[in-house]
Structure formats: structure tokens, C-alpha cells
């Protein structure tokens, strides 16, 4: 197999994450997806988990919060917060007095002001980032794909889940909740599309059967950058990661794989 090389192109800083909630019925937990809109440029008409780039006044923020994470890291894990009320109506990662109502408010103040350091000074919430978990990063940096991003992966749990969620019809078209199993399902079945980090991810949230041993998982095994890079097995070119990160699939056949 060849090992991935380094093409020198630097990526665009992003954060997503995964947000669970228990299953109404006893069974497996399930994550909120989205489908992304035909028009973006990246990754359009594709399922995917809520998240973006990491704006410059994310890393503003990070860089004020002082605490126990770097600011580079506290950028990405304000992102995500941020980028979770904005596509989702969702507040998670901040703490105050949170409720429906406030939650729909907040979310039309961001959307005015872009930022989300007004947005807790006016609603006098602060960051929680003990919420959230990371749990993986992916830097596709040696595929032709129309943008690379270096994303960081976060888990994050809302228990019983009665919350409202609403696509902001901008970027998204549609959100929907799913086991990760059912995700593949789905994809196995044409119903939805998903690129191949999202479909390892799934592999891998598949395993869990609450957000306890996902979490439990996820500080086990080490955050380390994965960059997919292409071998042979069989006479084909598979696209491949690496064996030790936690992902009980870690290669697919190239000509079935789907990109950005």
C-alpha cells in the first residue's frame, strides 16, 4: 500500500458533530443527520452530520476563553456549537437558561449577528464544552476533491431528546434522526448518499449501543489525524485508513467510493 503523502495544500479548518439522543423504544441511540443542499459545492445532496468551517471569530473566542483546551482546539468545539444552533435550531456545548423558546430566539440573533460570542452575551449563557467529545479527525489532503477540509469529529448526547429541529433550508434541505445502522441501510438502499468518511464514521457509531460506550471509546483511542491513501488488494485500488483508529471497516474499493 502507499502511504499517504503530504501534497503541501493546507485544508480549510472545519468541526462537525454527532448528536445522540435515546431511542423512544429501547434500542440502539440515535444521531441527527442532515442532507446537505445539491448546490454546495461540497458534498451536495449528501447525509452528513451538522457542522462547517471554523470562522475567524470562532478562533477570536477560543482564543479568550483561556481553560483547559488549546485555542485552536476551543475554535473547532465553538464551531460546533455554533454551527449546531445555526443549521439545527439545536443548543448544545452552553449552559443557562435554555429552553425551547430561548433556543428558536438565539438562533434568529445568530443569524443576524454570524457570531456566537453576542449571542451568549445577550442570552447570558456561557460555553460548556465538557459536552462535547472528540472523536476523530479526517484530512483528506491527497484526494482530488473540489475543497479539503481538516475536520474534527465531536460526539455530544441530549438524553431523551424532545427537542424541536428545523433545516435552515440554506445550506440543508432536510434533517432527520437515525441509528448509525439504519444510516447505512438507508445508503445500502439508494435512499440516501454518503461520502466515505461519513459511511467509516457510521461503521463505527454502529458498535455502540448507548453514548456511554461511544464516549468510552473515544477517549480511549487517541484523536489522530486520518488521511485516507490508496493501495492495491486483490488487483483493485482501494481507498484505505488505518487499522488501529477505532473503525471496524477501514477500506473500501475505489471505484465505489464517493467523495466530496
Do not use: C
Request: charged share 25%.
Amino acid at each position: 500500500m502507499n502511504e499517504p503523502t503530504d501534497i503541501g495544500a493546507d485544508g480549510i479548518p472545519a468541526a462537525t458533530v454527532v448528536i445522540f439522543r435515546n431511542s423512544s423504544e429501547d434500542g440502539p441511540p440515535e444521531i441527527l443527520m442532515t442532507i446537505r443542499s445539491r448546490e454546495m459545492v461540497f458534498a451536495g445532496g449528501m447525509a452528513v452530520f451538522p457542522g462547517g468551517r471554523v470562522d475567524p471569530a470562532d478562533f477570536d473566542l477560543g482564543a479568550k476563553i483561556g481553560g483547559r483546551l488549546d485555542p485552536d482546539e476551543a475554535a473547532h468545539q465553538i464551531a460546533v456549537v455554533r454551527e449546531t444552533l445555526e443549521e439545527t435550531g439545536l443548543v448544545i456545548g452552553l449552559t443557562g437558561e435554555i429552553n425551547a423558546d430561548k433556543a428558536r430566539a438565539a438562533r434568529k440573533y445568530l443569524e443576524k449577528t454570524g457570531e456566537l460570542e453576542p449571542v451568549l452575551e445577550h442570552f447570558g449563557w456561557e460555553l460548556d464544552l465538557d459536552q462535547l467529545v472528540p472523536f476523530a479527525r479526517w484530512y483528506p489532503k491527497n484526494e482530488r476533491i473540489p475543497r479539503v477540509y481538516d475536520t474534527r469529529f465531536y460526539l455530544a448526547d441530549i438524553g431523551t431528546g424532545a427537542v424541536e429541529i428545523e433545516a435552515d433550508l440554506s445550506e440543508n434541505t432536510h434533517l432527520f434522526w437515525t441509528t448509525a445502522q439504519g444510516a447505512l441501510d438507508s445508503a445500502e438502499r439508494g435512499d440516501i448518499k454518503v461520502i466515505f468518511p461519513t459511511r467509516r464514521n457510521l461503521e463505527r457509531l454502529a458498535l455502540f449501543e448507548n453514548f456511554a460506550a461511544a464516549k468510552a471509546q473515544a477517549e480511549a483511542i487517541p484523536v489522530r489525524t486520518i488521511t485516507p491513501f490508496i493501495g492495491e488488494m486483490d488487483g483493485k485500488s482501494w481507498l484505505h485508513i488505518g487499522e488501529d483508529l477505532g473503525y471496524p471497516v477501514t477500506g473500501e474499493p475505489l471505484n465505489t467510493v464517493a467523495r466530496g
